[in-house]
C-alpha cells in the first residue's frame, strides 16, 4: 500500500479481528440487557406476525372439515329420514249431522197450523204442521157412504140366504113323500146356491169399501204432518195459510215444510291433502278445534276415508267422529283438524 491511502488501510486493518492470547471477558450487564431486549423484540415480531396472518387468511385448518362435510354422500340414515312423510297432517272441514230429513206434505193442502219453530226438539211422532183439505174429507165421507151401502146389501143377501134355506128345507122334506117333482126341489138347491154366493159377494164388497175408507182416512191423518226421526227443527219454510204441494210434485228439497236434524250425534267432514292418504286409515286419532271455540280442542277419530280423490284440489275427504265436543257444536260450524301420525317402515295406505 502507499502512502496516499493511509485512511483505506486503516479501514481494512479495523475489519480484521486481531488474535488474542486471552479469552474474552463475560459480557457484563450493560450487554446481558441488550441481549434480552432483542429477545423479547424478536418475540413480540414473531407474536405480531403470527397474528396478522391469521386475520388475513382464512382458517385453513377448519375448511377443509367443513368441505368434506359438505361433500360428504349421504348416509342411510339421511335417506330414510328424506322419505319418511309428515309426522302430522291438517286440514279443515265443517261439522255435519248424519241424520238429517226434509219433511214433505205428502198430499196437497192449506196449512192450518204450525206446531213447532226452528231450535225446537221434536220427538218422533210429534205433530209439527197441520193441514185442511176439503177434497180429501169430502173423499171419506164419500168412503164410509159407500162402506155403509156395502154392509146394507150383505144384510139383505144374508136375509135372501135364510130364505133360500128355508125353502130348499120344505121343498126336501116334500120330495121325501114324493110330493113335490125332482125338478122343483132341484131349482130350490140352485135358489140357495144362488143366495150363499150372493152373501159372499156382498162380503168381498164390504172389504173393498173398507179398503176405500182406510185410504181416505189416510189421506185425511196425512193432512197432519209428524216428525219422522227425532231431532232439532233446523230449518222452517211453512207460513200458516199456504197451500203446499203433495209430495209426487214437490221434487225439490227446497220445497220442503221444514228440515229436522239430529244434532246428538255429529260428524266431522274435513279435507286433508292427497300426499298423506299413505299415513291415514281408520282409527287414527287426532284434535279439532271449532272456529267458534277456538279454546276448546277436542279429540277425534278417523270413521272412514272417502274411496274417491277431488282431483281439483288435490285432496281426500276424512269422516271424523267426536269425542266430548263443546256443549254449543252445531251443524255447519267450521272445523280445524290435526292428525299426528307416526310412519313405520313398509306402511303403505289401509
Same mark, same amino acid.
Given at each position: 500500500?502507499?502512502?496516499?491511502?493511509?485512511?483505506?488501510?486503516? &479501514?481494512?486493518?479495523?475489519?480484521?479481528?486481531?488474535?488474542?492470547?486471552?479469552?474474552?471477558?463475560?459480557? +457484563?450487564?450493560?450487554?446481558?440487557?441488550?441481549?434480552?431486549? $432483542?429477545?423479547?423484540?424478536?418475540?413480540?415480531?414473531?407474536?405480531?406476525?403470527?397474528?396478522?396472518?391469521?386475520?388475513?387468511?382464512?382458517?385453513?385448518?377448519?375448511?377443509?372439515?367443513?368441505?368434506? $362435510?359438505?361433500?360428504?354422500?349421504?348416509?342411510?340414515?339421511?335417506?330414510?329420514?328424506?322419505?319418511?312423510?309428515?309426522?302430522?297432517?291438517?286440514?279443515?272441514?265443517?261439522?255435519?249431522?248424519?241424520?238429517?230429513?226434509?219433511?214433505?206434505?205428502?198430499?196437497?193442502?192449506?196449512?192450518?197450523?204450525?206446531?213447532?219453530? @226452528?231450535?225446537?226438539?221434536?220427538?218422533?211422532?210429534?205433530?209439527?204442521?197441520?193441514?185442511?183439505?176439503?177434497?180429501?174429507?169430502?173423499?171419506? !165421507?164419500?168412503?164410509? &157412504?159407500?162402506? &155403509? $151401502?156395502? =154392509?146394507?146389501?150383505?144384510?139383505?143377501?144374508?136375509?135372501?140366504?135364510?130364505?133360500? !134355506?128355508?125353502?130348499?128345507?120344505?121343498?126336501?122334506?116334500?120330495?121325501?113323500?114324493?110330493?113335490?117333482?125332482?125338478? !122343483?126341489?132341484?131349482?130350490?138347491?140352485?135358489?140357495?146356491?144362488?143366495?150363499?154366493? +150372493?152373501?159372499?159377494?156382498?162380503?168381498?164388497?164390504?172389504?173393498?169399501?173398507?179398503?176405500?175408507?182406510?185410504?181416505?182416512?189416510?189421506?185425511?191423518?196425512?193432512?197432519?204432518?209428524?216428525?219422522?226421526?227425532?231431532?232439532?227443527?233446523?230449518?222452517?219454510?211453512?207460513?200458516?195459510?199456504?197451500?203446499?204441494? %203433495?209430495?209426487?210434485?214437490?221434487?225439490?228439497?227446497?220445497?220442503?215444510?221444514?228440515?229436522?236434524?239430529?244434532?246428538?250425534?255429529?260428524?266431522?267432514?274435513?279435507?286433508?291433502?292427497?300426499?298423506?292418504?299413505?299415513?291415514?286409515?281408520?282409527?287414527?286419532?287426532? =284434535?279439532?278445534?271449532?272456529?267458534?271455540?277456538?279454546?276448546?280442542?277436542?279429540?277425534?277419530?278417523?270413521?272412514?276415508?272417502?274411496?274417491?280423490?277431488?282431483?281439483?284440489?288435490?285432496?281426500?275427504?276424512?269422516?271424523?267422529?267426536?269425542?266430548?265436543?263443546?256443549? %254449543?257444536?252445531?251443524?255447519?260450524?267450521?272445523?280445524?283438524?290435526?292428525? @299426528?301420525?307416526?310412519?313405520?317402515?313398509?306402511?303403505?295406505?289401509?
Amino acid at each position: 500500500m502507499t502512502s496516499e491511502t493511509p485512511p483505506f488501510a486503516e &479501514a481494512l486493518r479495523s475489519l480484521t479481528l486481531a488474535p488474542s492470547a486471552d479469552p474474552a471477558p463475560p459480557p +457484563g450487564r450493560s450487554a446481558r440487557r441488550r441481549i434480552l431486549l $432483542a429477545a423479547s423484540l424478536a418475540g413480540a415480531g414473531i407474536a405480531l406476525s403470527l397474528a396478522i396472518g391469521r386475520a388475513v387468511m382464512p382458517d385453513t385448518a377448519a375448511e377443509p372439515v367443513l368441505l368434506a $362435510a359438505a361433500t360428504a354422500p349421504p348416509t342411510m340414515a339421511d335417506s330414510v329420514q328424506s322419505v319418511l312423510p309428515r309426522r302430522e297432517v291438517t286440514g279443515s272441514g265443517y261439522v255435519v249431522a248424519p241424520d238429517e230429513t226434509a219433511v214433505f206434505a205428502l198430499y196437497e193442502g192449506r196449512i192450518t197450523g204450525i206446531l213447532v219453530a @226452528p231450535g225446537d226438539r221434536v220427538a218422533a211422532g210429534q205433530v209439527l204442521v197441520t193441514l185442511a183439505d176439503a177434497t180429501a174429507g169430502f173423499a171419506l !165421507e164419500q168412503a164410509q &157412504a159407500a162402506r &155403509a $151401502a156395502a =154392509e146394507l146389501v150383505l144384510a139383505a143377501r144374508r136375509i135372501e140366504l135364510a130364505q133360500a !134355506e128355508i125353502s130348499l128345507g120344505r121343498i126336501s122334506a116334500l120330495a121325501t113323500r114324493r110330493a113335490v117333482s125332482l125338478q !122343483e126341489h132341484d131349482e130350490a138347491q140352485t135358489a140357495r146356491d144362488l143366495a150363499a154366493n +150372493g152373501v159372499l159377494q156382498a162380503r168381498q164388497s164390504l172389504k173393498d169399501a173398507d179398503l176405500v175408507v182406510r185410504m181416505a182416512q189416510d189421506r185425511v191423518a196425512e193432512l197432519t204432518i209428524r216428525a219422522p226421526i227425532p231431532g232439532t227443527v233446523t230449518r222452517m219454510a211453512a207460513h200458516l195459510g199456504d197451500s203446499v204441494l %203433495g209430495r209426487a210434485d214437490a221434487v225439490r228439497e227446497d220445497q220442503s215444510l221444514l228440515t229436522i236434524t239430529d244434532t246428538s250425534r255429529l260428524v266431522i267432514d274435513a279435507d286433508v291433502a292427497e300426499a298423506s292418504l299413505s299415513i291415514l286409515h281408520p282409527g287414527l286419532r287426532g =284434535e279439532a278445534i271449532l272456529d267458534s271455540y277456538p279454546g276448546h280442542p277436542f279429540a277425534v277419530e278417523i270413521l272412514r276415508i272417502a274411496p274417491v280423490i277431488f282431483p281439483a284440489k288435490g285432496t281426500v275427504s276424512l269422516r271424523l267422529g267426536l269425542t266430548a265436543p263443546p256443549a %254449543g257444536i252445531r251443524p255447519a260450524m267450521a272445523a280445524r283438524i290435526r292428525i @299426528p301420525t307416526e310412519s313405520q317402515p313398509g306402511e303403505g295406505p289401509q
